[in-house]
């Protein structure tokens, strides 16, 4: 057994410390070479060595734990507890829990369990008859005798060799007789102590012992009549009558106490009652005292002058050499009677062992059973421990001086015990006696197998066959492999155990079974068929292993009762629904894909209050307010009713906010109502953005489902469970826009209709202003019309192969649900066609319709904000609204491809908007732009918090990435070739085409700018003052961008041109002269022509003046002036071309 060990090290150690020079014969077997005893279930079991707490058993247990150990090669294990008398021995041999403390025999605890002790020696064991008498009724547990220990045991009166030397020398009277104390001839007082010098601290009460014994008082009683001795109680039985209570004064000096020589005894009152009766009989004055324990008894009688009662063979008062008391010989019939009066009968000492011991170790037994020492041999050794010597030594230096004599209580060599086999010098086993030479335990691997020959029965250590095992020294065969188990080699110590995947159902066997294809077992060694389950990433149902779904997490072993379960005391892993996925009990495999609120687990579970099978609804009368479905409050349903007049005053406010007389240079006001529009717009894509599966941070997904409402989500404005289900709350939805269009229209003619006084005619609504506030509204809503028209045709898929809306997640793609909403959604889809239709047909007629008021005020809500050279931009803006909703139809599946979409569209509209700077507010174009720019940001953020793509979707993300990337290198080497095929071929490539390349665009030919300047030059000479101030009032109302343009050019045409005096309109500080050669020689160019065109004037008004006597010396002046002048002209067009192409030369200058 488990504890067997350390006990036996401790054993060990105890001797070491008793012998304190290791083993005690040189030739021992060494502890490690000794052997186990195995108990019923096969474990390591020590030999158990039993002592009663008397010398001899101490002495003689020494000696016997030497010779086991060290010869016969067993390990050992002393009693815990040591033996209070010979009774404990039969109990403890029987396996009796309690062999010393019990109220009876019944409260032993035998029959309990196999016993640990199996050898008792000096076991004085036939004194208790009644003990033995009871283990019989356990034939299986009765000890066996193995005969006496070569001496009987005495008992008696005892008196010192000082006091009977004493006692002789003074008067020749010979204390150890009895009559010697008969006071009638002797005064055998005088030798003794009295009473008075007995130490009655160190006595017991006669309550306590066996002189309150009423059996034994009632026999002393029969036998002697001393009635004067003994008290009667009240149920008229007898007790001792004693002196102060612990002194019991025989008959001859009871009138006087101090003529009595005190007796002292131990225990429960050792000897007791041969004591009384001997005193009453024989006229002895003896006065009975028990010590409180043994050593108070040794002590008491080595420091005065008692009588008292001893046992031999024992050693504690072998020093005083004491005598016996002798009486009248033993009569074996009067002690059968209860007449003590005879000296007692020699006790029967004998050695005994377990009933097992000849099963465990039967050379245990055989040693035991030769064991014989005499009682002079046995007293003198014991004698040798007063002297100082330990048990331990005295029994060593036994053992290595009577070699011989021991030796023959051992058995031989060639008859080994079970356990043990027969081997050479070599210590090679063998399988008969010949060549044999000693028995050794037989290893792990091997059993000892009984076999017969002509000398008689032996053991010998066979080899485990296939199939078998044994795993510890010393077995009595090979144990077959257990189910789960196999062995395909011989001699194996232990049985190997079958793999994950396989299993075997028998025992003995040399190799396991495989589970089918799709199975393996949860554990190794798997004993039946039933514990092959299903393998990882697959899940059993109704009996069929079935490959788990995306979101199924599906440990091996994976049942569908354990996924409902949720939890398993057998398994430490049970198969659970992911986080982020869902599904019902009804059906636990189908898997579906939430957006939120689906925490995994058992399925069915849903957190936040949510239902449905992604967990995207709230119950009946409850709606989602801050993640949470929260019940419905009486506010909420007052909000429908102050919804529709508040969209009313909106509409009417918005009328006459849109329809007010404006410029083309923004105002304050006009600046303002871009920025709200430019913050509606960016809201509305924020709102697009947050329907994308990401997992946002905690606050920053609170912040942005505040958002939906831009996405006119009646669950974000706590409308959603007033409007009912999801189908009720979209057809709201797409409704709201076509009933806003009709509405208004409504609104129009009722005011036409409706007599309004002369002064509040202009309040009247005209059709032209209603398209135009209509207008205003559809398109600050465009991105949330048309992401609401889309919605229906958003679809994911679910690892279960179903799919969902992704705004609408409980409603599933294809029910009737679905084409319902389908069908609104086309209808809403419609009208953002048909709007952007009619915008686009606006913007392409706008430059026609700028001379008609009428049709100009109808698409104000167009052109307004934008600057006139960028008129079209609306258009941009409202495609954008479409393409924004695209990448979740077109990639519903990926979020990350989602943002990727949604991050390309907004790049390429920062793109335009940097490029044309459209509005005609630079604070809006700074707010736009930045805007964007933060969008993109947040973008960027989201797709950083995306899961990578798996499965086909995973694959599909790959396949665009390499498109992308292949397009980003095709890119790279367009530009490449464009850039050699510019330099090596640039003389092949016409001149214009080549700038027009380089530039982006066509320009316009510098010799068309030239003659444009002179007709404004022609047309500026001669204005009035009211011509003036008319320009001076067109040019205030240019748009600012438009008034830079100007302001940029004129200066251009002083600074870089050479035209005109030096610009003051303030923005020359800022720009330096151009530094290109070629612009230098063109202003050089410039300069020749205008000192030319200067002296052709001076001749000119020569000429006029001195005609007649001028004539003939100017005229060829005036014609070599001309000359030049035609010839520099031509210069300088041509300079011009060149400029533009690159090629200004000398010649040209």
């Not at 973008?939 to 599909?956: E, Q, Y």
């Not at 065109?1093 to 020569?1102: G, K, N, P, Q, Y």
Request: proline content about 4%.
């Amino acid at each position: 057994m488990s504890w067997a060990k350390p006990l036996t090290t401790a054993c060990v150690v105890l001797l070491n410390v008793r012998g304190a020079d290791g083993a005690c014969l040189a030739d021992a077997i060494p502890s490690a070479s000794r052997i186990w005893a195995k108990d019923d279930s096969g474990d390591d079991l020590p030999i158990g060595l039993f002592e009663g707490q008397w010398d001899s058993a101490y002495l003689f247990t020494t000696f016997v734990q030497i010779l086991i150990e060290e010869v016969l090669g067993y390990h050992t294990i002393l009693s815990e507890e040591d033996g209070i008398s010979g009774a404990s021995a039969h109990f403890a041999l029987a396996g009796c829990l309690n062999w010393n403390s019990a109220q009876s025999n019944e409260d032993r605890k035998c029959d309990l369990n196999e016993t640990r002790m199996h050898v008792v020696v000096d076991g004085w064991m036939s004194n208790w008859p009644s003990e033995a008498a009871y283990i019989a009724k356990y034939p299986h547990l009765v000890p066996e005798d193995l005969g006496s220990m070569g001496y009987d045991g005495v008992e008696g009166i005892y008196v010192t060799h000082d006091i009977m030397s004493e006692a002789y020398e003074s008067e020749g009277l010979a204390l150890n007789f009895y009559l010697s104390y008969n006071q009638t001839h002797h005064d055998a007082k005088q030798y003794f102590d009295s009473i008075a010098n007995v130490n009655s601290s160190r006595l017991q009460w006669c309550n306590n012992t066996n002189l309150f014994n009423r059996d034994h008082m009632e026999n002393y009683l029969r036998w002697t009549g001393d009635s004067e001795g003994l008290v009667q109680m009240e149920d008229g039985r007898h007790v001792a009558k004693c002196l102060n209570g612990l002194f019991w004064l025989s008959p001859a000096c009871r009138a006087d106490a101090s003529s009595c020589i005190p007796v002292l005894t131990a225990g429960s009152g050792w000897g007791h009652r041969d004591i009384m009766q001997w005193a009453t009989a024989y006229a002895m004055p003896l006065s009975l005292a028990v010590a409180k324990t043994f050593s108070d008894e040794v002590s008491m009688v080595k420091d005065g002058r008692f009588v008292f009662y001893w046992y031999e063979p024992d050693a504690a008062f072998a020093l005083l050499s004491p005598s016996s008391v002798i009486f009248p010989r033993h009569s074996a019939q009067q002690w059968a009677q209860g007449d003590r009066r005879t000296a007692p009968k020699a006790a029967y000492v004998n050695k005994a062992c377990s009933r097992n011991l000849q099963y465990k170790a039967p050379k245990v037994k055989d040693f035991l059973s030769k064991i014989s020492f005499d009682l002079q041999e046995a007293q003198r050794l014991l004698s040798l421990t007063q002297g100082g010597m330990s048990f331990y030594n005295v029994s060593c230096q036994w053992i290595r001086e009577n070699r011989n004599r021991w030796a023959d209580w051992v058995s031989g060599a060639t008859s080994c015990s079970a356990g043990y086999g027969l081997a050479a010098m070599t210590g090679a086993f063998l399988s008969s006696r010949d060549g044999a030479f000693i028995c050794k335990e037989c290893p792990a691997g091997r059993f000892s197998e009984r076999f017969t020959d002509g000398v008689g029965s032996a053991y010998r250590c066979t080899i485990c066959q296939e199939g078998t095992s044994q795993s510890k020294a010393g077995a009595t065969q090979c144990d077959a492999c257990a189910k789960g188990t196999y062995t395909s080699v011989r001699g194996q110590t232990g049985c190997e155990v079958c793999s994950f995947g396989s299993y075997q159902s028998d025992e003995g066997q040399t190799g396991c079974l495989s589970c089918p294809e799709d199975r393996t077992t949860l554990f190794l060694a798997a004993q039946k068929l039933q514990d092959c389950v299903c393998r990882a990433e697959s899940i059993e149902h109704d009996g069929i292993c079935v490959e788990c779904s995306q979101g199924l997490t599906c440990p091996r072993g994976s049942t569908v009762q354990l996924l409902l379960d949720g939890e398993s005391e057998l398994y430490e892993e049970v198969p659970m629904v992911e986080q982020g996925y869902h599904s019902t009990l009804e059906a636990p495999l189908d898997i579906y894909k939430c957006i939120g609120h689906c925490p995994g687990g058992r399925p069915g579970t849903c957190d936040a209050g949510r239902i449905g099978v992604t967990c995207g609804n709230c119950p009946k009368y409850e709606f989602i307010q801050d993640e949470r479905c929260r019940p419905c409050r009486p506010v909420h349903s007052a909000l429908w009713v102050l919804a529709c007049p508040l969209i009313f005053i909106l509409i009417i406010c918005s009328y006459y906010m849109s329809n007010k007389e404006h410029g083309v240079r923004a105002t304050a006001a006009s600046c303002i109502f871009q920025l709200f529009g430019l913050i509606l717009v960016f809201c509305e894509i924020i709102a697009v953005v947050q329907s994308v599966a990401v997992e946002w941070p905690k606050g920053l997904a609170v912040a942005l489902s505040y958002f939906e409402v831009f996405g006119l989500s009646f669950e974000s404005l706590g409308l959603g469970s007033l409007a009912g289900t999801s189908l009720r709350s979209y057809v709201a939805q797409s409704f709201f826009f076509p009933i806003l269009v009709a509405g208004c229209f409504v609104v129009q003619g009722l005011t036409q209709i409706i007599p309004f006084p002369k002064r509040f005619l202009h309040l009247k609504w005209t059709k032209t202003a209603t398209c135009n506030m209509l207008g205003h509204l559809l398109q600050e809503a465009y991105i949330m019309m048309s992401n609401i028209a889309f919605i229906p045709f958003s679809c994911f898929t679910h690892p279960n192969g179903s799919e969902s809306l992704l705004t609408a997640t409980n409603i599933l793609c294809g029910s009737a649900e679905h084409r319902n909403m389908q069908v609104f959604g086309a209808i809403l889809g419609l009208l953002c066609m048909v709007f952007l239709a009619l915008c686009s047909y606006a913007a392409l007629k706008a430059p026609a319709w700028s001379d008609s008021p009428v049709r100009m005020s109808c698409i104000r809500f167009l052109i307004d904000r934008f600057r006139p050279d960028v008129w079209w931009y609306g258009i941009i803006l409202l495609v954008r609204g479409p393409l924004l909703s695209i990448p979740a139809i077109v990639a519903a599946n990926l979020p990350g491809l989602q943002m990727t979409g949604l991050m390309g569209i907004m790049l390429i509209s920062v793109l335009i908007q940097v490029r044309f700077l459209p509005w005609n507010a630079p604070l809006a174009n700074v707010a736009d732009a930045a805007s964007c720019s933060l969008l993109l940001i947040l973008l960027s953020i989201g797709i950083a918090r995306l899961p990578a793509p798996v499965g086909k979707w995973g694959n599909g993300v790959l396949d665009i990435s390499g498109i992308v990337v292949a397009l980003l290198i095709l890119a790279v080497w367009v530009v490449v070739v464009l850039a050699v095929a510019i330099l090596v071929f640039r003389k092949a490539i016409l001149k214009r085409e080549e700038t027009r390349i380089i530039n982006l665009g066509k320009l316009a030919r510098s010799r068309d700018v030239l003659l444009i300047l002179e007709d404004i030059s022609s047309h500026v000479n001669g204005w009035s003052s009211a011509q003036m101030q008319r320009v001076d009032d067109a040019i205030n109302q240019l748009c600012v961008y438009d008034y830079q343009v100007l302001c940029t050019s004129l200066m251009l045409l002083s600074v870089e041109v050479g035209i005109g005096g030096r610009s003051s309109l303030g923005s020359t500080s800022m720009r330096i002269r151009g530094v290109s050669t070629k612009a230098q020689k063109l202003r050089q160019t410039m300069s020749r022509l205008s000192q030319v065109e200067r002296d052709s004037e001076a001749h000119d008004l020569a000429a006029e003046d001195d005609e007649s006597t001028r004539t003939e010396i100017l005229m060829p002046i005036a014609q070599v002036a001309e000359e030049q002048k035609e010839v520099a002209e031509e210069h300088v067009e041509e300079a011009s071309q060149n400029m533009e192409n690159g090629t200004l030369n000398e010649e040209t200058e």
